[in-house]
């Protein structure tokens, strides 16, 4: 990933901090992030604005070792190590890309319940930028 | 939820906005009343006690008051060993399910040379004056302590539970022997013996660990101190017995262990 302007990540602000998706009223179908047109029916006007729960499984992953951070997460890299990523599918059914935390890389396993928490991401232009990362998920 | 309240000597600006990333973050209706309370680990009562005098005058809101805090010095000073990271949170409202507030008094003093930062600087530092730092955290909490209790008409022997600031292990000790606490009554709020200096979440977070298990019309004294300096007592009676699902306690046995090396990286120290 490269540079998200202020304007940019601003206006993501809704989905970033608080998972707010879009559901098709024609054909059910949950958008995250929310798009002007279903994907599934083509429905173009007739959307909900919903929470997603946050809650899902890990669908795929992969570990950010030394030197192949994108350059803000450089920091981060440096500081703490190598990272896990993950691609997780949500409850509600999207599938989204985050960071798992609090978590050593050789434990995540495909399938293990995970849920979103609200966490500094990384900074960039002196601007904090909170998002989503993924903790394991008790029980 | 009508007021929100913030507190942190550590926010991640020197000037913004704070309280706007929590209340978005929780999805709070805009048109809330925020506050940010920094400066001083005195902020989180500061915090605590501002929306009690909002809910004085709007008796059907709800408060939400939350203090994070990490307070951070340079690895070659004295105070950075014992520096830690914590937080809590509480919502107020007039009819409590879990304790209710009953009284509070302060005290300030001016006192300087003592746990401060510049404009510029992001790392804490003291003067080293020793003494004469402990006699501003001894003349304030006593004082705070001293004029809540004649309000109330009590002895410090009436309260189950007493949590002070705890900026070390040591000072709340000496505080509360001069005030006339004894040290069974600290046991349950001292959090500084397992999390170190919380630095504006230290008495709210020892408030939270007492609050876990204090058990119905227990008393409690809670006594925050900041440098400069002032401090906060609050007094406090438990409203049921309850069985929480989340405890100070437990959250503290949940820990992984660092190397110092792996500590220096992450407070950037080496890269």
Redesign the interface.
């Given at each position: 990933m490269a540079h998200v302007s202020v304007p940019m990540y601003w206006r993501s602000?809704p989905q970033r901090?608080?998972l707010i998706a879009n559901k098709c009223r024609t054909c059910g179908y949950v958008m995250f992030p929310p798009k002007a047109v279903c994907p599934s029916c083509g429905e173009r006007a007739a959307f909900d604005e919903i929470?997603l729960s946050g809650r899902g499984t890990v669908y795929s992953f992969a570990t950010i070792a030394a030197g192949s951070a994108p350059p803000e997460f450089a920091?981060q890299e440096?500081?703490?190590g190598p990272y896990p990523i993950a691609v997780v599918e949500l409850v509600e059914g999207p599938r989204i890309t985050g960071q798992l935390t609090d978590v050593d890389s050789k434990d995540v396993r495909i399938g293990m319940s995970v849920r979103a928490e609200?966490r500094?991401i990384y900074e960039e232009e002196g601007v904090?930028r909170?998002g989503f990362k993924f903790i394991l998920a008790e029980g | 939820m009508s007021r929100c309240a913030l507190a942190s000597t550590t926010p991640?600006?020197g000037e913004k906005l704070l309280s706007s990333?929590l209340v978005?973050?929780l999805?709070l209706p805009n048109d809330i009343l925020v506050s940010d309370h920094t400066t001083s680990t005195r902020a989180g009562t500061e915090a605590l006690l501002a929306c009690v005098e909002h809910l004085a005058a709007n008796p059907d809101g709800h408060a939400l008051v939350a203090v994070a805090d990490a307070p951070i010095a340079s690895l070659l000073d004295p105070l950075e060993h014992g520096l830690g990271a914590g937080a809590a949170a509480f919502v107020l409202s007039t009819n409590g399910s879990i304790a209710s507030i009953e009284g509070h008094a302060s005290h300030v003093i001016e006192h300087f040379g003592e746990r401060f930062r510049g404009p510029e600087e992001d790392r804490l530092h003291d003067l080293g004056i020793r003494k004469f730092s402990e006699e501003s955290y001894l003349s304030a909490t006593a004082g705070a302590a001293g004029t809540l209790l004649s309000q109330l008409r009590r002895k410090p022997g009436d309260f189950v539970h007493a949590v002070l600031q705890q900026p070390d292990a040591r000072l709340p000790g000496i505080a509360s022997a001069k005030i006339g606490l004894s040290n069974h009554q600290l046991v349950a709020g001292l959090v500084s013996a397992y999390l170190g200096d919380l630095g504006a979440a230290s008495t709210l977070v020892g408030l939270a660990a007492v609050l876990d298990v204090a058990k119905r019309n227990d008393t409690v004294l809670a006594i925050s101190y900041g440098s400069g300096a002032g401090s906060d007592a609050i007094a406090l009676r438990v409203a049921g017995d309850r069985r929480p699902s989340v405890s100070v306690r437990a959250e503290a046995a949940r820990k992984d262990y660092l190397d110092y090396l792996?500590y220096a990286?992450?407070r950037?120290a080496l890269?």
């Open positions: 602000v901090y608080r929470g920091d440096r500081a703490s609200l500094r904090v909170y | 991640p600006y990333s978005t973050g999805g792996q990286k992450l950037r890269r």
